[in-house]
């Protein structure tokens, strides 16, 4: 059997774009997932998700934490290139659902998932 080694996740909370891509050039090679947090994007936007997928060809989460509007963040999160978001557990299911169609229509910009905040939503969604 092959020992499943955890991956190394970074967060990017900077309140500005400059220290956020300079943090993740600094590790971004030494890394398997670059955090997109939720107080960096909400600074500087989602550009920065869009610079990072330039920079780097890891897994990208963008912690958007969605509790509505899950079709149209979802879309803003595969354009932008980010490979996962999140829904807050407070989300309606049918936010959850509506993020999770998009995901399963983008095929240019990689596998996108939702992260959810309560496991147990999950099994409501399927």
């Known amino acids: 059997?092959?020992?499943?080694?955890?991956?190394l996740q970074v967060a990017l909370d900077h309140s500005d774009l400059q220290g956020a891509i300079k943090a993740a050039v600094s590790v971004g090679q030494e890394v398997d997932?670059?955090?997109?947090?939720?107080?960096?994007?909400?600074?500087?936007?989602?550009e920065l998700?869009?610079?990072?997928?330039?920079?780097?060809?890891?897994?990208?989460?963008w912690r958007t934490k969605c509790a509505d509007a899950g079709g149209t963040v979802a879309k803003n999160n595969?354009?932008?290139?980010?490979?996962?978001?999140t829904c807050i557990c407070c989300a309606t299911i049918p936010t959850m659902e509506a993020a999770l169609k998009p995901s399963r229509l983008n095929v240019e910009t990689g596998e996108i998932r939702?992260?959810?905040?309560?496991?147990?939503?999950?099994?409501?969604?399927s």
Do not use: H, Y
């Not at 997932?33 to 989602?46: F, H, K, N, R």
């Not at 595969?78 to 978001?85: E, I, K, T």
């Open 114 to 125: 939702l992260n959810f905040m309560a496991i147990g939503l999950l099994n409501k969604l």
């Open 78 to 85: 595969a354009v932008r290139g980010a490979d996962w978001m």
């Open 49 to 61: 998700v869009e610079v990072l997928r330039n920079l780097f060809q890891i897994r990208l989460l």
């Open 33 to 46: 997932i670059i955090e997109a947090g939720t107080v960096c994007l909400l600074q500087v936007g989602s």
């Open 1 to 7: 059997m092959t020992k499943r080694i955890p991956n």
